[in-house]
């Protein structure tokens, strides 16, 4: 044994305390379980016949795979369209985020401007404000602004995210002063600076960025159902929950084919990059 | 300062210092070249923070004396919102809702990740996959998750199978008003769980091993080392998230609108939720947001405890 924990080899030798982790073992074992079979149960009743999913008591594997439930889910709605709107709020979000934070984060960080501390605070300010009791008249403001029904209703607020902005700034910090100085000698103006080496440096946090701007495009069904009204519009999420989740006569099988779709992706993404997303799971202890 | 000696050490020294003292305080005529860049770059962030961020944050306070009509333009209409808002007895009930989903979010919900941290923590085979797992939900989207525990709730779904396999009678955990919050609250901490005992398991793995060596030696049981050490030494961090998990569940309005809009008979229907409907299900913004303003003054009270609580620990 190389490591210890709270336990020392030598306590796992007393029977009692042999029974007791026993048992604490057996519990996540559980815990393990209730955690996947949920989302082994979808897959799994995607490729059900309708009439097994809704059969009592539920079996764990398809009597018979039908493999055609995913044609069906794919024609049921317009997934391409729906996809294409969410990667599309996804990309202009990210891009909003890198350009007008990443430059107001550098700024801050490595510039220095007089009053930067007060633009510092004015900009934090908003991270104890909570968010639901601005909701409405947000909206209220998209309205007024015309911007509702556009994709700039999403591309421009995305601008204004206090904690990753906080993120960044952190990020900035952390790099070393030399490397700016030696480029401002050789004669480098702030942008190129920002461009040639605090952004190629700092693809860690834009990485992690990307990953919680991709999730809250990808599950916001609320707030996207509010401001975009016509379907063209909708985003993934918003269509599932209006045409799946609130279907009225429509096969089981089929729901969970297209339930199951839906989940895929971010389980890759999730699964690809488990190392930022462990990461910056302790980052947002720090959030607001 | 006073008086510089002059030798030739000193004089070079002192020009370093006083170019440099140039540099941190420039003259009035240099200060926009210099910093021409640095202002450039805040002034998108700044414009975006004004429009989109305050401007909403104050014309809540605004638009709650408003009368807000798309049509024929805004009136003031003074208390009428609030006035209106304390005569509707739902508010009383939404309160009453909410603070009882909060309470079945730390009784059933809080202390889970802290005890699987610590357990997962001591896991010697498969640390790594029973992380994953336990994270697992929590990337799987809203909408998703509402279809798939709709199906295991369901009077014939799952749940009502294994409860059959003990002999217990079927419980409509959804459309049954006893049980309809339990239920929610027990799907998002299926969901949730996950990342927050991420955060405690850093928490708990930054705890130097040799400690528990020193207790250990002087006789310290298990449950003491837990006690005495792994839990004082996690106290502000829990402190943290039970602050953090207050200002959430307090605003929670997505699970009860999507799930059951709010009934079986308005027992989910909590203060964001009410809130949302007065805005867009009955159009009238005012008084949505004057249930906005009155939420902002409980929450600030939260949010300058979870400030302070930050500063010490960070």
């Not at chain 1, 934070?101 to 991270?127: E, W």
């Not at chain 1, 906080?166 to 920002?194: C, Q, V």
């Not at chain 2, 005569?87 to 889970?112: A, Q």
């Not at chain 2, 805005?279 to 303003?293: H, M, N, P, S």
Request: hydrophobic share 50%; with cysteine; charged share 15%.
């Amino acid at each position: 044994m190389k490591e210890r924990g709270i336990l020392s080899p030598s306590d796992l030798q007393k029977p009692l305390n042999k029974v007791v982790y026993g048992l604490m073992c057996l519990c996540i074992a559980v815990m393990t379980f209730t955690m996947l079979y949920p989302i082994a149960m979808t897959m799994f009743n995607g490729l059900k016949s309708n009439q097994e999913v809704n059969s009592f008591p539920p079996r764990f594997f398809p009597k018979e795979w039908h493999w055609d439930n995913f044609p069906k889910a794919w024609n049921y709605i317009d997934l391409p369209m729906f996809l294409k709107n969410t990667l599309l709020i996804f990309g202009g979000n990210l891009l909003m985020t890198i350009l007008v934070l990443g430059l107001a984060s550098f700024s801050i960080s490595r510039i220095r401007v007089p009053y930067s501390r007060a633009i510092y605070f004015f900009i934090l300010l908003t991270l104890f404000i909570p968010a639901s009791s601005y909701m409405i008249p947000n909206f209220v403001n998209l309205k007024e602004l015309g911007l509702l029904n556009t994709y700039w209703a999403f591309w421009l607020p995305a601008g204004a995210n206090a904690y990753y902005f906080l993120l960044m700034k952190n990020f900035f910090d952390g790099i070393h002063p030399e490397i700016f100085e030696a480029a401002r000698i050789d004669g480098a103006s702030e942008w190129t600076s920002y461009l040639r080496i605090a952004v190629p440096l700092s693809v860690p946090i834009f990485a992690t960025l990307a990953i919680f701007i991709f999730s809250t495009a990808w599950n916001d069904w609320f707030w996207p159902s509010l401001v975009m009204h016509t379907e063209d519009k909708y985003t993934l999420a918003t269509a599932i929950y209006k045409y799946v989740i609130n279907a009225r006569n429509m096969d089981s099988s089929v729901k969970f084919s297209i339930l199951f779709m839906v989940m895929i992706p971010p389980i890759f993404v999730f699964l690809g990059f488990q190392k930022f997303i462990m990461r910056s799971v302790s980052l947002s202890a720090v959030k607001g | 300062m006073g008086e510089p000696v002059i030798s030739p050490g000193n004089m070079q020294q002192n020009t370093v210092k006083a170019s440099a003292s140039v540099s941190r305080k420039p003259r009035r005529g240099s200060n926009w070249k210099q910093y021409m860049w640095g202002y450039l770059f805040l002034v998108p962030a700044i414009a975006i923070f004004i429009v989109f961020l305050w401007v909403p944050i104050i014309k809540g306070m605004v638009y709650s004396f408003y009368n807000i009509d798309f049509v024929k333009g805004n009136t003031f209409v003074g208390f009428d919102n609030y006035v209106k808002v304390f005569h509707n007895p739902d508010v009383l009930l939404s309160v009453r809702n909410t603070l009882y989903y909060m309470l079945l979010c730390l009784v059933i919900g809080f202390w889970v990740p802290i005890a699987a941290s610590i357990a997962i923590s001591e896991l010697r085979w498969f640390q790594g996959f029973a992380r994953i797992a336990a994270y697992l939900p929590f990337v799987v989207p809203g909408v998703v998750l509402y279809g798939m525990w709709r199906w295991m709730y369901d009077p014939v779904g799952p749940i009502n199978a294994l409860l059959g396999w003990f002999g217990a009678d079927p419980v409509s955990f959804i459309s049954d008003g006893r049980w309809s919050m339990v239920s929610i609250v027990f799907m998002e901490t299926w969901q949730q769980f996950g990342s927050a005992m991420l955060i405690y398991l850093a928490g708990v793995l930054s705890i130097p091993r040799d400690w528990y060596e020193a207790a250990e030696i002087d006789g310290a049981g298990v449950w003491a080392r837990i006690k005495y050490i792994t839990l004082p030494s996690m106290r502000n961090l829990i402190v943290l998230m039970l602050i953090l998990q207050l200002i959430g569940t307090s605003q929670a309005y997505q699970s009860q609108l999507a799930l059951l809009d709010g009934g079986p008979n308005k027992a989910t229907l909590t203060y964001a939720l009410l809130t949302v409907k007065y805005a867009f299900t009955q159009l009238d913004y005012g008084a949505g947001t004057a249930l906005g303003v009155l939420m902002f003054i409980v929450l600030s009270v939260l949010g300058v405890l979870q400030y302070k609580l930050n500063k010490e620990e960070y």
